[in-house]
């Protein structure tokens, strides 16, 4: 297994991979951002992403699943680090038809625990709707995990939650943006494109 990530070595992985982003974004829950993470950036290095799977592992182990599910696209990478580094099996939920929905032949078992893991916590919506498809193949959600919390430690899950670093980034609701009254031009990273 390769040795957990510590926060100082993953905020300073972040910021060399240029995994922080600066400027005016629409993020994926609609919110708008002056900041972004791009853990995909962390992620394209094998060594970090083990890392940070291992670092994540550890802080499930407690919860025993038996499974690790994320939703795509963004939490596909360090979900699969993080079962890896369990030696349990990984699935992803991707979206169809505006929800999401376990595809590819994918199946959850009843009864099965399942810890959902996700890049980054933002409002916690994918995730927890990745709970939902769980719950509805009648397995049982044993906690959720994610390499940052961006919710200044205001994320709501139905199930314990460990993340490896708390980012505060500031958020804004669209009619409120600062950078939109400005002027400033906006992307949208997100993985759901909105």
């Given at each position: 297994m390769t040795s957990p990530l510590s926060a100082d070595h993953l905020r300073r992985a972040l910021e060399e991979t240029g995994a922080l982003e600066s400027?005016?974004?629409r993020l994926s829950s609609g919110l708008h951002s002056d900041r972004y993470i791009q853990c995909a950036r962390l992620l394209e290095s094998p060594r970090l992403a083990g890392?940070?799977?291992?670092?994540?592992?550890?802080?499930?182990?407690?919860?025993?699943?038996?499974?690790?599910?994320?939703?795509?696209?963004?939490?596909?990478?360090?979900?699969?680090a993080t079962a890896s580094a369990l030696g349990v099996p990984f699935r992803f939920v991707e979206r169809r038809h505006?929800?999401?929905?376990?595809?590819?032949?994918?199946?959850l078992s009843a009864?099965?625990?399942?810890?959902?893991?996700?890049?980054?916590?933002?409002?916690?919506?994918?995730?927890?709707?990745?709970?939902?498809v769980a719950a509805a193949a009648e397995a049982q959600v044993v906690a959720f995990g994610a390499i940052i919390d961006r919710t200044g430690g205001m994320a709501s899950f139905p199930a314990p939650f460990?993340?490896?670093?708390?980012?505060?980034?500031g958020t804004f609701e669209p009619g409120g943006c600062p950078l939109c009254v400005l002027g400033e031009p906006m992307t949208a990273p997100g993985s759901r494109g909105t």
């Open positions: 400027g005016h974004f890392a940070a799977g291992a670092a994540l592992a550890d802080r499930l182990t407690p919860y025993e699943p038996d499974s690790i599910l994320s939703p795509a696209l963004g939490g596909v990478v360090i979900g699969y505006g929800a999401l929905r376990l595809r590819r032949g994918f199946r009864g099965e625990k399942v810890a959902v893991v996700e890049d980054v916590v933002t409002t916690g919506g994918s995730a927890r709707e990745a709970a939902e460990a993340n490896l670093l708390e980012v505060e980034v």
